[in-house]
């Protein structure tokens, strides 16, 4: 069974270009959170997504990010207007339902610099 | 106050040595995760443990839920144990809080 499959695994963009982060749960997965780690920091959440339903964005900056998790295909995390504030690791993590005690499976993660 | 207080924030052991990181947590949890996080970045589930203590080679996880605590050990340390370890609660909808991590370099 394949985990949790993320990419690009590196990125680099330029101020004001966008950046799209894609995750791929584990198969049968349709739960995917995604999680902020900025350089010398710990994770942080970001945002909560069912299938076409996002559930929980409270820690989605307001601006310039958005999600998405449509019905065939990956999980899209989307910057726009990148700034050097950006740079971070991005996690995305799959669980087969609800939480509630269930695992949470993690990508690898997507290294966004922004020059 | 952090809802997830993790210590020793960095902790440095010669081979062999055994290993104590503990967690503590303000709010009402399902479930505590231990995470284990490499140079490089990739992240590794550890445990998840709503009650009692688990085991896995040489790790052992305990939690009290009562007092709102968890402790990760590690028997017999070996250099290849050297990672950040952060404990995790769910929270609210299910996403994870995590703690500041524990910086762990074990030395042959």
């Known amino acids: 069974n394949a985990g949790v499959m993320q990419n690009p695994r590196h990125l680099v963009r330029r101020r004001g270009q966008e950046a799209r982060l894609r995750c791929s749960p584990v198969k049968g997965h349709s739960h995917v959170y995604w999680y902020r780690q900025l350089p010398e920091e710990g994770l942080k959440f970001m945002v909560y997504l069912q299938k076409e339903n996002i559930i929980d964005e409270s820690g989605m900056p307001k601006e310039r990010f958005s999600a998405e998790f449509p019905k065939e295909g990956p999980s899209i995390l989307r910057i726009q207007q990148v700034v050097r504030g950006d740079s971070a690791a991005y996690f995305c993590?799959?669980?087969?339902?609800?939480?509630?005690?269930?695992?949470?499976?993690f990508g690898p993660g997507t290294r966004l610099t922004v020059l | 106050k952090n809802e997830v207080e993790q210590s020793p924030q960095n902790l440095t052991a010669q081979e062999g040595e055994f290993i104590t990181i503990n967690c503590s947590y303000s709010v009402g949890i399902s479930a505590l995760h231990w995470l284990q996080q490499h140079p490089g970045g990739g992240i590794v589930s550890l445990f998840m443990l709503s009650s009692g203590k688990k085991k896995h080679g040489r790790l052992i996880a305990t939690i009290n839920i009562q007092e709102k605590h968890s402790s990760l050990h590690i028997t017999a340390s070996h250099p290849r144990d050297s990672a950040v370890y952060i404990c995790?609660?769910?929270?609210?909808?299910?996403?994870?809080?995590f703690g500041t991590g524990t910086r762990l370099q074990v030395f042959p």
């Open positions: 995790a609660v769910p929270f609210n909808t299910d996403k994870l809080i």
């Open positions: 993590a799959s669980s087969p339902r609800r939480q509630g005690g269930n695992e949470q499976f």
